[in-house]
């Protein structure tokens, strides 16, 4: 094939730089610290839903609108997402964008900051409890 490696170079990095900040490279401990600060006033970190979100207790490689209990919109069921570490971060980068007339509209513009958030979402494992929950602000 004729492509030359100079446009190829670029093209490969492109694939690989977004990769790079992957929930592999977050740091669990900000994450969680971000966590507390922007996403426990909807989510609880064990098995319980709240009104306003989603438990998010064994959410890494959870499908997506599945969870029972929560009304999830209907974008979100018919999403068929299925939460792996990329799959987290594009959402988490642009909730509306990736799903559609989904009611979570926070997004999470730093690249890093989600890989951290990612790394978080990750200890969240039913059979490792997480560690205490960040406080949420009182209903
Ligand atoms: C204002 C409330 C609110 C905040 C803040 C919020 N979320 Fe959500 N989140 C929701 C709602 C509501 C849904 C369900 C969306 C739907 O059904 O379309 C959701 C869904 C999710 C899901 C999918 C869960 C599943 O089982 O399908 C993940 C993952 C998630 N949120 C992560 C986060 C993270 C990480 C943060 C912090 C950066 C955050 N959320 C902040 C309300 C919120």
Redesign the pocket.
């Known amino acids: 094939m004729p492509t030359s490696p100079r446009i190829l170079a670029p093209l490969l990095l492109a694939l690989v730089l977004p990769a790079a900040a992957s929930a592999a490279d977050g740091n669990p401990a900000k994450g969680r610290r971000?966590?507390a600060a922007?996403?426990?006033?909807?989510?609880a970190t064990t098995a319980d839903n709240r009104i306003?979100?989603?438990?998010?207790l064994g959410?890494a490689g959870?499908?997506?609108?599945?969870?029972d209990g929560?009304?999830?919109?209907d974008?979100?069921?018919k999403?068929a997402?299925t939460?792996d570490a990329p799959t987290?971060d594009k959402?988490?980068a642009a909730?509306t964008t990736v799903?559609p007339?989904?009611?979570?509209?926070?997004a999470?513009p730093n690249a890093a900051t989600?890989a951290d958030?990612?790394a978080?979402?990750n200890t969240l494992t039913p059979a490792a409890p997480a560690p205490p929950a960040p406080a949420a602000p009182a209903k």
């Open positions: 971000t966590f922007q996403c426990a006033a909807c989510h306003t979100g989603p438990a998010l959410v959870r499908t997506a609108g599945t969870l929560f009304a999830f919109s974008a979100m069921k999403s997402l939460w987290l959402y988490l909730p799903v007339g989904t009611t979570m509209a926070l999470v989600r958030l990612i978080f979402l």
